[in-house]
């Protein structure tokens, strides 16, 4: 895939060097945090505080007056560069306390709202910032012992109050999302059952343990159509932190012999599959609704098409 196709991967964009070797570093962190250009964006209920389609952005000394938060508190996500080496941090609050740092202006956005409209910079920090969060919110506890974890190293690392030496690291979990194509170049779009009746996206599955990314892909497409298909190729990722997953897209074949409108879907996951030429895709934006522009799927589905959709016509919601 091209440059293009990646940079339109809108969460996969970002404008900051992550800088992991200063994570374990007290002291640094500390003279970052006392630094008036290191700033703080602010999440909470999932969603960031932003005006104008930016991140609202903060200096430390703010949050730790308006909000009565610890440094402890800080998730660091690294330094801008091109902002003349200037740090930033994530900080998740609950609803009372995030109240007092909303002004005129100002409200909480919707990462798969506004991703493609952030910059390459608030788009990675927002992206960043909400897994990491995602991640410390589901994991309270030791995985292997049942006890209480605290967070350490800046945010990226989380350890018995007790035994520093049990740690746990922040997980991703690996989604595949498949273009799937017959010998007619027709595209297969499913119908989700948590959805709408008339909403339709590719298929897409999360990998399994001890699976490779070209087996989920031809695993995935059968359980969820019944379709052999064969030449899985990857096209590009994207971060979904919704709350952890990483899409990984693929485009995908029939497979020779297999009649494609020979479709099952498996009613549980699936509950309608539907063959689009290019012409009958574009003929149905009044009848379906397409994955929104934020999504990986949103943007396979443009590039086989060979132009942009009409983003007046697509929902923007819970799927990639």
């Not at 574009?282 to 522009?293: F, T, Y």
Request: net charge negative; proline share 5%.
């Amino acid at each position: 895939m091209t440059d293009e196709f990646m940079h339109r991967l809108s969460l996969s964009r970002h404008a900051i060097n992550r800088r992991a070797e200063l994570r374990a570093d007290a002291q640094a962190l500390n003279s970052l945090l006392e630094n008036d250009s290191s700033r703080v964006v602010v999440f909470s209920q999932g969603k960031a505080l932003v005006q104008s389609n930016a991140l609202v952005r903060f200096s430390a000394s703010q949050v730790f007056e308006q909000c009565g938060v610890s440094s402890a508190e800080l998730l660091f996500l690294g330094i801008a560069e091109q902002e003349g080496e200037k740090a930033y941090f994530a900080l998740a609050l609950d609803e009372v306390r995030a109240e007092g740092l909303i002004s005129e202006g100002t409200q909480w956005g919707d990462l798969k709202v506004l991703g493609h409209e952030l910059s390459d910079l608030d788009a990675g920090l927002f992206t960043q910032g909400l897994a990491l969060i995602n991640w410390h919110a589901s994991h309270k506890f030791s995985p292997k012992s049942g006890q209480d974890i605290v967070a350490a190293q800046a945010g990226w690392v989380l350890h018995h109050h007790d035994d520093p030496s049990h740690q746990v690291f922040p997980r991703t979990d690996p989604a595949v999302i498949v273009m799937v194509t017959d010998d007619k170049d027709r595209l297969l779009l499913g119908n989700n059952a948590l959805w709408e009746p008339n909403r339709f996206s590719l298929l897409a599955g999360f990998v399994e343990p001890g699976e490779s990314l070209e087996a989920a892909v031809i695993r995935e497409v059968f359980e969820e159509s019944g379709l052999k298909v064969v030449n899985p190729t990857y096209l590009g990722s994207q971060p979904w932190p919704f709350p952890q997953s990483l899409m990984l897209g693929f485009r995908a074949q029939v497979a020779p012999g297999v009649d494609p409108d020979a479709l099952v879907a498996d009613g549980e996951e699936i509950l309608q599959l539907r063959w689009f030429t290019r012409e009958e895709l574009v003929g149905s934006l009044d009848e379906i609704v397409l994955p929104g522009p934020v999504a990986i799927a949103r943007v396979i589905i443009e590039e086989w098409l060979g132009h942009p959709l009409d983003q007046t016509s697509s929902w923007r919601g819970t799927s990639s």
